[in-house]
């Protein structure tokens, strides 16, 4: 065999192998990294709303893409990279496009909450009734031959839940192997069911029943509420679409004059509650200028973590998130000497 054969065999050998590794980490892996960080008031218009903030407040998202062979260098190069197992962003097994569709329907119920829990802040009074429904249980699930398609949780323990990421918090909120008791409505039947928890995939520390749930919501609202999510999907835009809401319709700057981002689902008792990626977010909110960034309170010290000069303001509910943004016009006040 000439030499220059030899090295022909090892560069298609070494590209096979490099193929196979980049197949691999593809299918297996995907890359989450910070994404945009969008001015809300381009994306939500309210009737009688007026989009007069000297500041602004930024939505975060993140974006994710499957892994390549150098996504592992990436990820290790930098804090705000992160190479995650393909199953914790989409269940192993589960279709992409009805995935993609849960998430649409959690990002349809996170604005008409926004809407009705900015409302009710304003004294008007608003009607939403949410449905929260089983859409696959997962091959491995412990709910495996307890829940089916199609069933409609109502309740968590024996409390009533109105919403999937009420659901999911309720779930969670123990110690995974812990079990949970649900109570369902399957074809007009009310039925309660025990079922074991296990690690939830995306936070080993929270419990988790392995099934999918997306919700159905009916609405009422005296005003005309118009957001435009573009791509981002999901339930983590909630609280700012709250802020956003209440900004247009407030005769005040809820602003204070300053860029403000921010993460965190909203549930229709106006709770803040916990997001995944966290650190992503605090890094997209940096890179587009923000000054103060608004987290849940169970983000709190992953978000303290990432941050380098945005300030971190944890809240656990609205009326939290409105107090943070009173303070902040405070030291701004207090700085410009008003």
Do not use: C, W
Request: avoid cysteine; charge should be neutral; hydrophobic fraction near 45%.
């Amino acid at each position: 065999m000439t030499r220059r054969k030899r090295v022909s065999l090892a560069l298609v050998g070494a590209l096979l192998v490099a193929g196979g590794v980049h197949g691999y980490l593809a299918r297996n892996y995907v890359v989450i990294a910070p994404g945009p960080a969008e001015d809300l008031a381009r994306m939500v218009s309210v009737e009688r709303g007026t989009k007069d903030a000297k500041g602004a407040f930024l939505l975060t998202a993140v974006t994710s893409h499957p892994a390549g062979i150098l996504a592992p260098v990436a990820a290790g190069m930098s804090p705000v990279v992160d190479l995650v197992p393909r199953s914790q962003e989409v269940p192993r097994g589960m279709d992409m496009k009805k995935y993609l569709k849960i998430m649409e329907s959690m990002m349809r119920e996170s604005e008409v909450i926004a809407a009705a829990v900015a409302l009710r802040k304003l004294g008007y009074s608003v009607h939403v009734k949410t449905v929260v429904r089983v859409e696959e249980v997962l091959r491995e699930s412990p709910a495996r031959g307890l829940l089916q398609e199609g069933d409609v949780i109502l309740a968590v323990d024996g409390k009533a839940v109105s919403t999937a990421d009420e659901a999911v918090k309720s779930i969670g909120a123990r110690r995974p192997g812990t079990p949970v008791g649900l109570t369902i409505r399957r074809d007009g039947l009310i039925e309660d069911f025990t079922v074991r928890t296990v690690p939830h995939p995306e936070d080993r520390a929270r419990a988790a029943v392995g099934i999918l749930v997306s919700p159905s919501v009916t609405h009422e609202l005296p005003l005309e509420i118009s957001i435009n999510p573009r791509e981002i999907k999901g339930s983590s835009a909630g609280l700012m679409f709250t802020l956003e809401i209440l900004d247009q319709l407030d005769p005040r700057d809820l602003t204070g004059g300053q860029v403000i981002a921010g993460t965190g689902t909203i549930g229709l008792d106006g709770i803040v509650g916990p997001i995944g990626s966290v650190k992503q977010k605090v890094a997209a909110a940096e890179h587009a200028g923000a000054r103060y960034f608004l987290v849940p309170l169970e983000n709190e010290r992953a978000a303290r973590g990432a941050a380098r000069d945005i300030k971190v303001m944890a809240v656990g509910d609205i009326d939290d998130a409105l107090e943070a943004l009173d303070e902040i016009a405070r030291r701004r006040n207090a700085t410009s000497g008003e």
